[in-house]
């Protein structure tokens, strides 16, 4: 499971338990590439001239025309713009900053200047470097020349220079490289800067109070932060004390996760964001919430005159600083150098400390031996629980519960840090229902009555903030609340789709004409991955275990009748639960028969060949060789020869009778009128059935093709027409099976005739 079985493990009912709005995401400077140019070379550029050369400046919005001439055209480019304070110009070239010592050249947060949106004519959604993403250096795409130039064109976005780069697309990666003195490794070529004037993304931002300020718990402090933009989103979080070093209005931060970006800690435990620009909020640490598009911002947006207001109200004793930065980077976090340094605009108010509250709710939920024993009871509820224990099944149950522990240890303020995914990116695709999250927080529930925890979710109970916190992440989790938007919630899902496949296991096992195809099969198993296949086909968030169906159905030798027999069984049991279809998707249930349908080819074996097809005549004591083919060399096979009395030939198949009403074709006495002498080139002493006696059908034996081939010789011995057959050894018996109309059950091929005269 992308790994989605090690998500399954790690996210589903671990970050169920971590508090709203955890943050944890990487900072890569290089966005997704999806150009591809089928041929580039080494041809570097023989004598590259930038125009305009000199600085220009412009607008916000203006757009700036760059040309780029002398290049090769078999060559793959990069255009990338830098900020002015990462770059010094000499001429037409560059020394450059490296300051997270990759050994590349650092564009810095140009995108919040001015974006790429032209290249040789073609429009661009807005771009710091193209093309974006990452590229295979062995085989790097990049921007073409035609006639030996690149154009582009360049838009303003606020206040700042910067300098756009063209650079061969060809070193180890494909970043600019550069050397330690940050001269560039590979040609490249830079062009006049630009300075966009104006639209300032703050102008003059201060912080009221900018000094501490002290509160008890449920106290409040009210923030204004002037001096913005007010066509800029920002966003506002705290960050507990711990992991900022404040200096003015600005911060040095900690990335202990080291993902490129501030992490705030457990601030959710000592204060809340209560109310932003006059709206009330349910209490939050980060404002906006959740994941963002930095290349369509959302956020906090100042009114007109550049303000933003907040109400931080507190939880439990300790410290945390406010802190608003423009949400426009790489990611919606707040993206920080090597040294905690932000590369994007910010602002620190005055820290606020909480007095009270006593210890840390960790502490007061009795530390790490109690709150491993509530986990402990939550996994034995859960593994209990048919409506959601499917989804934990391959789980390293230890490491799930170690997960939880400090899950839930970092969001009561315990210390811990937690290392997963964020609520909203661990559920993504996993189509949670409604019925399945209440689920969830009813084995927590079950789990604290039965440990003897009191809850209330009043607020009147030491467990309270917790349940609360758990409850409150049902948006970030929940992506099908009504269960209809993939085929298996809609099936009714895991409970439902159980159901289905007992009923069709139970109609199978009455069905002579298959049931001995599964007389050794660990039910239990089978059961389990039916519903697992399902589950995948139909959307739900499983992974099918098994082997595919061409291989887990090789050598048995299975029937257009077999398969028949299924389809049959199938439908019986749907209609002995009243579930409708009519395959023509006007049902829930049809796109599910049409997939299984679309199986048949994996599982219908193709149909052997006999030769000779028609009717022999010899004499007595002759002999006529006949050859099989079309076989598979895993399947055991039988062939006997019947008296023609006793059989009716349509083509290759035969009716049969069953004098003895056991279920089975009788030969007849065939052996009066000719025997099978040899098998596969060995002598046989002469036999009307080979192998001849019983036999295991659990473990049959028989006759294995070599090559998809069987040879048989048969020998006269007295007068009278016998035909051969042969079939498939592995039903309920070692004869070969017919129903009440005397068609075979089981896969069989009638050979021609012989008359011996």
Not at 42 to 68: F, H, I, Q, W
Not at 578 to 603: F, N, Q, R, S, W
Not at 721 to 740: K, R
Request: charged content about 15%; aromatic content about 6%; proline content about 4%.
């Amino acid at each position: 499971m992308k790994n989605r079985t090690r998500r399954l493990q790690c996210a589903t009912v671990m970050s169920v338990l971590l508090l709203a709005g955890a943050v944890g995401c990487g900072n890569n400077n290089e966005p997704n590439n999806t150009d591809n140019n089928p041929t580039t070379n080494n041809t570097t550029m023989d004598n590259p001239v930038v125009s305009p050369s000199s600085l220009t400046t412009a607008g916000v919005g203006d757009v700036t025309e760059y040309k780029v001439t002398g290049l090769d055209d078999n060559q793959a480019y990069r255009i990338t713009l830098v900020v002015a304070d990462n770059v010094t110009v000499s001429g037409a070239s560059g020394t450059f900053v490296d300051n997270d010592e990759n050994g590349a050249a650092d564009a810095g947060a140009s995108e919040e200047i001015a974006l790429i949106t032209s290249v040789n004519g073609a429009d661009q959604d807005g771009a710091k470097t193209v093309p974006g993403g990452m590229d295979d250096p062995a085989s790097p795409s990049g921007v073409f020349p035609s006639g030996g130039e690149i154009t582009l064109e360049v838009t303003g976005v606020a206040a700042g220079t910067v300098y756009p780069v063209v650079y061969h697309n060809g070193g180890d990666s494909t970043f600019l490289e550069i050397d330690e003195n940050g001269a560039p490794t590979e040609t490249h070529v830079v062009g006049g800067g630009l300075t966009i004037e104006g639209g300032d993304v703050t102008e003059n931002p201060m912080a009221s109070p900018s000094t501490d300020s002290t509160i008890d718990v449920d106290g409040t402090v009210d923030y204004t932060v002037s001096g913005l933009n007010p066509e800029q989103a920002y966003r506002i979080t705290l960050v507990v004390d711990g992991n900022v070093t404040v200096s003015g209005g600005a911060g040095t931060f900690v990335d202990n996760d080291e993902n490129g970006a501030a992490d705030a800690g457990a601030s959710e435990n000592v204060a809340l964001i209560t109310s932003v620009n006059g709206e009330a909020q349910d209490g939050a640490k980060t404002v906006p919430g959740g994941t963002d598009d930095p290349a369509a911002p959302s956020g906090v947006f100042p009114s007109d005159n550049g303000e933003i207001t907040l109400t931080v109200t507190g939880v439990a004793a300790g410290t945390v600083y406010p802190v608003i930065y423009h949400n426009g980077g790489e990611s919606t976090f707040l993206e920080i150098d090597s040294n905690g340094a932000p590369i994007e605009t910010h602002l620190v108010a005055g820290g606020v400390t909480v007095e009270g509250g006593g210890d840390s709710l960790y502490a007061q939920l009795g530390g790490e031996a109690a709150i491993r024993a509530v986990l402990d009871e939550f996994i034995v509820e859960v593994a209990a629980d048919d409506r959601i224990n499917w989804m934990f099944a391959n789980s390293d149950l230890d490491m799930l519960k170690n997960m939880l522990h400090d899950q839930v240890c970092e969001a009561t303020g315990g210390g811990c840090t937690y290392t997963g995914e964020d609520m909203k990116t661990a559920h993504t695709g996993m189509a949670i229902t409604d019925a399945q999250f209440d689920a969830l927080i009813e084995d927590f529930l079950a789990a604290l009555d039965t440990l003897g925890v009191p809850y209330a979710l009043d607020g009147t109970e030491t467990i309270d903030p917790l349940l609360m916190a758990l409850v409150g992440m049902k948006g970030d989790i929940v992506e099908d609340a009504a269960g209809d938007m993939v085929l298996f919630n809609q099936l009714g899902g895991y409970a439902a789709v159980g159901v289905v496949v007992d009923e069709i296991l139970s109609v199978v096992a009455a069905d002579t004409r298959i049931n001995g195809f599964f007389a050794n099969t660990d039910l239990m198993m089978l059961r389990a991955l039916l519903i697992e296949q399902i589950c995948e086909a139909t959307g739900g968030y499983c992974v099918y275990s098994g082997r595919t169906m061409l291989e887990s159905h090789a050598g048995l030798g299975i029937s257009e009748g077999h398969w028949n027999a299924f389809i049959e069984d199938t439908l019986t049991a749907l209609d002995n639960l009243g579930i409708p279809y009519a395959l023509d998707g006007t049902e829930t249930i049809d796109p599910l028969l049409v997939a299984l349908v679309g199986m048949k080819g994996d599982i219908v074996e193709e149909a052997p060949v006999a030769s000779p097809d028609t009717t022999t005549t010899i004499a007595t004591a002759g002999t006529v060789d006949y050859t099989f083919t079309g076989l598979s060399d895993m399947q055991a096979y039988r062939i006997t020869l019947v008296v023609d009395g006793n059989i009716t030939v349509n083509g290759d198949q035969g009716t049969f009778v069953d004098n003895d009403n056991n279920g089975a074709a009788d030969a007849g006495a065939s052996e009066a009128t000719a025997l099978i002498t040899s098998v596969n080139g060995t002598s046989q002493a002469g036999a009307k059935t080979v192998p001849g006696g019983g036999d295991d059908p659990a473990a049959p034996s028989g006759v294995f093709p070599s090559g998809g081939e069987i040879t048989i010789t048969v020998t006269g011995v007295a007068a009278g027409t016998v035909y051969p057959v042969l079939y498939h050894n592995g039903g309920s018996s070692t004869f070969l099976e017919i129903d009440s109309n005397g068609a075979p059950i089981e896969t069989h091929l009638v050979a021609g005739g012989v008359t011996v005269q």
